[in-house]
């Protein structure tokens, strides 16, 4: 099978996220790993000729299955300049050496160049001028910094 141009997804920029998070609550070790919930408490949102807020009350449900491994699930809402809601439920892998995911959970700052974080989210809306994102796929990449973090999202055309 040859592949055309028109088979081969391409990425464009949808936003940039500075999502503002609280101390971590920590479950403690389950059967499957680490368990923590971190609050998400607020950040700003810049895509191309618009912008957003991070509302509070969101939340990042994580599972540290190892010394090197972390499954990361978001749940928050956008609200647009324009008053628009985005739901986002982002699903998320971080992998870095065993003392960079060390340093990552006691909330230290570490290069972000050791850590491979990347993420599917899914978006919902009821905005009409926004129904668009409810039928595309989004990937992105992201930064995990002491008090927040950011990330790019990409739609898959």
């Avoid at 990042?60 to 647009?80: F, I, K, N, R």
């Avoid at 985005?86 to 006691?106: C, D, F, G, K, S």
């Amino acid at each position: 099978m040859t592949l055309s141009a028109a088979d081969i997804p391409q990425l464009e920029f949808f936003a940039e996220l500075a999502v503002e998070v609280g101390p971590p609550v920590e479950v403690g070790r389950t059967l499957r790993g680490l368990r923590r919930m971190v609050p998400i408490t607020g950040g700003q949102v810049r895509g191309n000729g618009w912008t957003a807020r991070v509302l509070p009350g969101g939340a990042d449900w994580q599972l540290v299955v190892g010394d090197t491994l972390a499954e990361l699930q978001a749940h928050y809402v956008l609200e647009t300049d324009g008053g628009d809601r985005i739901y986002v439920r982002n699903q998320a892998i971080r992998h870095a050496p065993a003392e960079v995911t060390a340093r990552l959970l006691r909330g230290e700052p570490v290069d972000p160049a050791q850590v491979y974080f990347r993420c599917m989210p899914a978006l919902e809306t009821a905005a009409p001028a926004l129904a668009w994102v409810n039928e595309r796929l989004f990937v992105g990449s992201g930064v995990r910094r002491p008090q927040q973090v950011e990330m790019r999202f990409f739609v898959l055309a």
